[in-house]
């Protein structure tokens, strides 16, 4: 599908991040359809920073979102999710860990009229499939299986949103043979279904570049970059929209919180306010 | 003198006639390689048999009509199938090749697939037999006759192995290369028979019938195109002629030594055609490139002309007569969508052409001549034709082009003479 070229700017349809103090230094949100890359190092909520914003669309705008989680398990994140506040019961929830049983799975949301999260738990799926002959042949195997199952998704369902977490694991499982072309093929994937991407990029520990090819930066469309910044024994997280295209960003850093069941983003430069 | 008569004979000589279009079939799907035309059935009408990007094999009449398809499909679990591009598994990305390959007097058809499998079909288009490689196939497999009604097929794959098989589809070697193979090999028959092609490392293996390497040749490039294989001179032994991605036209003993090398500026896909343009009994060459260009070579490798289209010339051209005017013209596709027709013998642009320069010279004139470089012969087109989609593969037969192109539409185009 081509990208719809608008005639005035409100016409952009936006995606909030659900961040209060941040939506609002990004007219609103990122633009439907956009690929944005979640950028930090380890412990900086990422995985969080996106979940919100998918969980949000389902529960108020009934969207359908797809969690694509290549190492973290099911049980984990969902825990992890339920501890810190998220009510599921206002969503369907519906766990992929069967590749053979995708179409009986989702036929179970077709008539739901609530939103939808859809966890795809690819650690298990990996452990299940030791036998598919063609698992570990090729170096494209699993950037297949997370394309099919996006278009499948998509096709049967519909799909608004997808997560995917992480990049780094994905280079992990396949090899990338020529990263510049086959990412541009993946994030022209991505874009031609519409759907509205969060790619997560684990950093290096030293930060010294958002992600592993550096060509992920130019791809995609939005680049959310989290942190934990120290003073003294103090450690605040702080984030920071380093680009997203069609959008008058502040670029100003903000501190991170989670309190009340809710992410904020604050005003308090790059050290943390004693 | 001779160049100057040559220059205004040209000009007096323009060819008349136009391409038109016969028919056009639309395959409902992208292609990815040149038609066969032949007489399968014996029926004594040909037949245009082709592959396309979803796994089936057409067999579409002279006239446009479809006559029979065969779909490769596999019996993949839901499972498997999430592992591959379900777009392009199947995908055939090679022309097929058409031989008696049981000699019971009817034709088969051979072909591969992205999956790794080898089909061969009858002249009905039902499934003989099929072999499952490790890898895909994406050059065309070769059928090869030996005495004794004695067949095989020989195929590259992605596996980075040369498949021999015999005529009942049972492996009687392969021989491991360096890299992955996606060019489609040639028999060159001379005192010992050898298996020429190319791996995408660069690397030109000969191969003797039995699967040993005789020699080897490093490009600096993937190696795509088949080779060609000719005498070029009444005084001269055969040569073996192919292109490579690194730019280069190889000319090679059959001992594997190189004799010439040609540079062009894109990477060389198609296979050569060897031919004798001038009818002066040695052989020119004609080949397109990536730089855009369709080249003819002398066969000391010196350019004779060039032509330039609005994007690279990855398909063979074609050699023939279309007009029958007792010269050869040359057909070529390019990327840019275009068919063109080119004069075989190509246009001397004169150092200064009496009256040229005064009319280009003047507002809203416009013409090939200022395009073209004096002093030296150049590419002349006589006939151009548009289809919808980039160009990947031609064929001719009686007066008519069949081309395909990407978007899976496969036109008719015919010569039609002014009278």
């Not at chain 1, 719809?4 to 952009?12: N, V």
């Not at chain 1, 941040?22 to 956009?34: F, R, T």
């Not at chain 1, 766990?95 to 690819?122: E, R, T």
Request: net charge negative; charged share 25%; hydrophobic share 35%.
């Amino acid at each position: 599908m081509m990208e719809k070229i608008i005639s005035k700017k409100e016409e952009l349809k936006r995606v909030p991040m659900y961040i209060q103090g941040l939506d609002e230094n990004i007219q609103g949100g990122i633009p439907e359809g956009y690929i944005t890359l979640i950028c930090g190092t380890a412990g900086t909520m990422k995985s969080s920073v996106c979940f919100n914003s998918v969980y949000y669309e389902a529960v108020l705008k009934n969207k359908v979102a797809l969690y694509l989680s290549l190492e973290q398990s099911y049980p984990s994140l969902l825990n992890h999710l339920i501890n810190m506040g998220y009510d599921l019961s206002k969503v369907n929830v519906l766990l992929i860990n069967d590749l053979s049983n995708i179409s009986n799975l989702l036929s179970q949301l077709k008539q739901s009229k609530k939103g939808s999260l859809i966890f795809a738990d690819l650690g298990c799926i990996r452990k299940e499939i030791k036998d598919v002959k063609l698992s570990s042949t090729a170096n494209t195997g699993w950037i297949n299986v997370i394309k099919n199952l996006v278009k499948k998704i998509k096709t049967d369902i519909g799909l608004d949103l997808m997560v995917l977490d992480s990049l780094s694991a994905l280079y992990v499982l396949s090899k990338f043979e020529n990263p510049r072309i086959e990412l541009f093929y993946i994030f022209e994937f991505l874009r031609d279904l519409d759907i509205t991407s969060f790619l997560i990029s684990e950093m290096p520990l030293d930060a010294s570049k958002y992600s592993e090819f550096g060509v992920e930066d130019y791809l995609c469309d939005g680049l959310i970059y989290l942190r934990l910044s120290q003073f003294r024994r103090a450690v605040v997280r702080e984030i920071s929209v380093v680009k997203l295209r069609s959008t008058q960003v502040n670029t100003d850093v903000f501190s991170l919180e989670y309190k009340n069941n809710r992410f904020q983003a604050l005003y308090g430069g790059q050290n943390p306010l004693l | 003198m001779n160049k100057i008569t040559f220059a205004f004979k040209n000009m007096l000589q323009q060819k008349t006639g136009r391409l038109e279009e016969r028919w056009k079939y639309d395959s409902g799907t992208f292609l990815l390689s040149s038609p066969v035309i032949e007489d399968i059935d014996n029926d004594g009408k040909k037949e245009i048999i082709f592959g396309t990007k979803n796994g089936k094999i057409l067999s579409i009449d002279i006239d446009g009509n479809l006559k029979w398809a065969f779909s490769a499909e596999d019996n993949t679990s839901e499972a498997e199938l999430m592992f591959l591009d379900t777009e392009s598994s199947n995908s055939i990305n090679s022309s097929p090749n058409i031989e008696d390959l049981n000699f019971d007097g009817k034709k088969e058809i051979v072909f591969g697939t992205e999956a790794g499998k080898l089909y061969v079909l009858d002249n009905k288009g039902k499934l003989l037999w099929q072999y499952q490689a490790d890898g895909a196939i994406r050059g065309a497999p070769i059928v090869q006759k030996f005495a004794g009604k004695q067949a095989g097929i020989i195929f590259g794959s992605s596996d980075k192995n040369l498949y021999f098989l015999n005529a009942q589809g049972k492996l009687i070697w392969r021989y491991p290369c360096k890299s992955e193979i996606e060019s489609c090999p040639a028999l060159i028959i001379t005192t010992t028979p050898l298996i020429v092609f190319g791996d995408n490392e660069g690397t030109i293996y000969a191969l003797t019938l039995k699967g040993d390497l005789v020699w080897k040749f490093e490009t600096k490039g993937k190696i795509l195109a088949q080779p060609s294989f000719q005498t070029l001179t009444k005084d001269s032994g055969p040569v073996i002629v192919i292109g490579s991605t690194d730019g280069n036209l190889y000319c090679l003993t059959e001992k594997g030594s190189l004799i010439w090398d040609f540079h062009t500026n894109g990477a060389i896909c198609g296979k050569a055609t060897i031919i004798d343009l001038n009818k002066d009994g040695n052989m020119e060459i004609v080949f397109g490139s990536c730089d855009n260009c369709i080249y003819a070579l002398d066969n000391t490798g010196k350019k004779l002309w060039s032509y330039e289209t609005d994007f690279w010339v990855v398909a063979s051209p074609i050699v023939t007569d279309i007009d029958n005017d007792g010269k050869l013209e040359i057909i070529a596709g390019s990327y840019d969508h275009n068919i063109y027709v080119l004069d075989s013998e190509g246009s001397y642009m004169l150092d200064y052409v009496p009256g040229v320069s005064g009319i280009i010279g003047q507002t809203g004139q416009y013409g090939d001549a200022i395009t073209k470089e004096p002093g030296k012969t150049q590419g002349k087109k006589i006939w151009q034709y548009q289809t919808e989609g980039i160009v990947v593969g031609c064929a001719y037969v009686q007066n008519n082009i069949i081309v395909n192109t990407d978007s899976g539409k496969i036109n008719n185009i015919m010569h039609k003479s002014d009278g």
